[in-house]
């Protein structure tokens, strides 16, 4: 383990200048950032749900930015066709051949802006590329550029005219995050820096960390020891919301315990520490979680919200 905490120790200098240089744009949020640095440390894509104007398309694209990685938003609209994601094919007229044009999922980041507005063709297109990695386009397939990471916006007020993502197709998701408001001291600072016209757009960003270390930081994050009774745990956890519940319709999948190592991990190793404490595990089950347990009709009656169930849930699991 002093091998695997040395190496930790040197990352720490590296994650501290890439979120300093993420905070010259993004204003507040951290919570969103860490777990956004998790998806992409652990190639685990993250659903945001959140009202518009909390920074989402920007923190993206910022991320992008001082990762020195390419950076694809796609508006999903009624209209939109699977072809518009991943392309096709073309035909010249000139020299009578067909010539391939690549989508927009051809990018390292990909910004799935308010997903549930496309239909569902549209969105196991987008799915499909998620997990398989690859796009196929005519009788050729093409592999897509690692780190691939797609973050996909949702507005959970507006659900008039949309097309919600099916609990399975939810699953392939690593992280739900809710977005939260800014606190009134990060709003302020929000505003002092549109006051003095420091406009994001204007902003200059550095690239701090290039694809190798990405790839040398998933690596390192895999031999972060877990403890065999913080397995147990996770275990508890996942099996706790199959048995029977009142408020459980469905728990959740073989998925949501790996992911959640995964991402206990990565929290581990943001913290600066080579071993996960079960205070990394409970810092993001909610965010494992929020997704991938379907609700029944008396939680629904009671109002009562997943994260209650969830907090309901680890209360009855002994800590180890």
Do not use: W
Not at 55 to 76: C, D, Y
């Amino acid at each position: 383990m002093e091998k695997v905490q040395k190496a930790v120790d040197e990352k720490k200098l590296l994650i501290t200048n890439l979120k300093n240089e993420i905070s010259k744009v993004v204003i507040g949020q951290e919570d969103m950032i860490n777990k956004t640095l998790i998806g992409i440390f652990t190639e685990g894509h993250i659903l945001l749900e959140g009202v518009p104007g909390l920074a989402k398309s920007l923190a993206v694209n910022t991320l992008s930015k001082v990762f020195g990685l390419s950076f694809a938003r796609i508006q999903f609209t009624p209209d939109l066709l699977p072809n518009d994601i991943i392309g096709t094919e073309i035909y010249h007229e000139k020299t009578g051949e067909f010539k391939t044009k690549k989508g927009p999922i051809f990018a390292n980041f990909i910004l799935a802006d308010e997903i549930n507005r496309a239909p569902a063709k549209v969105q196991s297109a987008l799915l499909e590329c998620m997990q398989e990695k690859q796009v196929t386009i005519s009788d050729t397939t093409y592999k897509l550029d690692k780190p691939f990471l797609v973050i996909a916006t949702q507005n959970p007020l507006e659900q008039d005219g949309t097309y919600p993502l099916p609990e399975a197709q939810q699953d392939r998701f690593m992280m739900k995050l809710s977005i939260q408001y800014p606190k009134k001291v990060e709003e302020r600072q929000i505003l002092e820096m549109i006051i003095k016209n420091n406009e994001p757009e204007n902003v200059e960003l550095n690239a701090i960390i290039t694809k190798e270390q990405v790839f040398e930081i998933k690596k390192l994050i895999h031999s972060i020891y877990l403890d065999d009774r913080l397995k147990d745990y996770i275990l508890d956890i996942i099996f706790k919301t199959r048995e029977i519940n009142p408020y459980i319709e469905c728990g959740a999948s073989p998925r949501a315990g790996i992911n959640l190592i995964k991402a206990a991990k990565a929290n581990a190793f943001l913290d600066g520490r080579a071993y996960v404490m079960p205070d990394d595990i409970r810092n993001v089950v909610y965010d494992i979680l929020r997704h991938r347990l379907i609700l029944t009709y008396e939680a629904e009656a009671e109002n009562l919200k997943v994260e209650q169930i969830i907090s309901k849930l680890l209360d009855e699991i002994k800590l180890p």
